[in-house]
């Protein structure tokens, strides 16, 4: 059984940081793309981030490129995003996802498993 969990969720002002971490079991870690998604209240899910097997390409919405990092330890089969200056409007539900592909995909129909999410919220 496949299980995605995710943690570091968390309230923060505006330009501070926070650090989630999703644990993966249950799959063959170093075969999976690995992805970040968010859903803010009344929208649609979105991608922020994604990262090859070895973690060696990495691909980032537009909107956190240069704020956000994303980086996977296959050893703790754990994936990371790094949150930088981060703004109200980053204020959403984090989930991370898996995809066994070799391509980034950025698309939430691309991924095979979800975790169920972790509330980030960014006051102003």
């Known amino acids: 059984q496949v299980q995605l969990v995710e943690s570091g969720g968390g309230l923060v002002q505006a330009g501070g940081s926070l650090r989630l971490s999703c644990a993966a079991s249950?799959?063959?870690?170093?075969?999976?793309?690995m992805g970040w998604f968010r859903q803010a209240p009344g929208k649609e899910r979105e991608f922020v981030a994604a990262?090859?097997?070895?973690?060696?390409?990495?691909a980032y919405a537009d909107s956190v490129k240069g704020r956000f990092t994303i980086s996977r330890d296959n050893a703790k089969n754990t994936v990371y995003l790094q949150m930088n200056s981060l703004k109200p409007e980053d204020t959403a539900v984090y989930y991370c996802?898996?995809?066994?592909?070799?391509?980034?995909?950025?698309?939430?129909?691309?991924?095979?498993?979800w975790g169920q999410g972790t509330q980030v919220t960014v006051s102003s």
């Open positions: 990262v090859s097997w070895n973690g060696g390409i990495t």
């Open positions: 249950g799959l063959t870690f170093n075969w999976y793309v």
């Open positions: 996802a898996a995809n066994r592909d070799i391509a980034l995909r950025t698309t939430t129909q691309a991924y095979d498993y």
